[in-house]
T-cell receptor, first 115, second 115 residues
């Protein structure tokens, strides 16, 4: 079974729409970390956020927000008022003690923002 | 130079060639990683070096040989590759700490094509 599932392979929206990227994870550890990375067409993975398992507060950074819910094992990412520059592949990842804290990656969601 | 740099950015090689990929990090980190990213697949962790010692080798074929001469440099030596090895090879670094995990910072990648 996949430990990190990003069920949305590709999402296409028109600029200024809000969009949510889903991430569902699986772990037996009580201490773990969740990450989101962005990969624009240039190829470089850009770190967006890290969240530890003890901090369920939602986070907002400008147009980006993250909703961490342990009850549903989800760590969803919302972009408000999307822009063309947000077009990229977004990866969710899990780090847990069982895996020696190596990053376990989701398959990624390709986000296309149309002008 | 800042962050994580990788050279070359693009590489085309025949199956009998020997080539090397280079990664350099300017972040003062003590852990470095090689990943392989193929189309429509999750990122695959290949090797991890922590304090210049290899701590992870995820069943990577011997035609890939890593080298970490110091904490700032990481190489991936390639020999007798197969066409299915064509992919984006990403290098990353992090500040590894026992029992914890910090975000990884990535280079732009080397796009490798094996003919």
């Amino acid at each position: 079974a996949q430990k990190v599932t990003q069920a949305q392979t590709e999402i296409s929206v028109v600029e200024k729409e809000d969009v949510t990227l889903d991430c569902v994870y699986e772990t037996r550890d009580t201490t773990y970390y969740l990450f989101w990375y962005k990969q624009p067409p240039s190829g470089e993975l850009v770190f967006l956020i890290r969240r530890n398992s003890f901090d369920e507060q939602n986070e907002i950074s400008g147009r980006y927000s993250w909703n961490f819910q342990k009850s549903t094992s989800s760590f969803n990412f919302t972009i408000t008022a999307s822009q063309v520059v947000d077009s990229a592949v977004y990866f969710c990842a899990l780090s847990e003690m069982d895996s020696n804290y190596q990053l376990i990656w989701g398959a990624g969601t390709k986000l296309i923002i149309k002008p | 130079e800042t962050g994580v740099t990788q050279t070359p950015r693009h590489l085309v090689m025949g199956m009998t060639n020997k080539k090397s990929l280079k990664c350099e990090q300017h972040l003062g980190h003590n852990a470095m990683y090689w990943y392989k990213q193929s189309a429509k697949k999750p990122l695959e962790l290949m090797f991890v070096y922590s304090l210049e010692e290899r701590v992870e080798n995820n069943s990577v074929p011997s035609r890939f040989s890593p080298e970490c001469p110091n904490s700032s440099h990481l190489f991936l030596h390639l020999h007798t590759l197969q066409p299915e090895d064509s992919a984006l090879y990403l290098c990353a670094s992090s500040q590894a700490a026992s029992g914890n995990y910090n975000e990884q910072f990535f280079g732009p990648g080397t796009r490798l094509t094996v003919l």
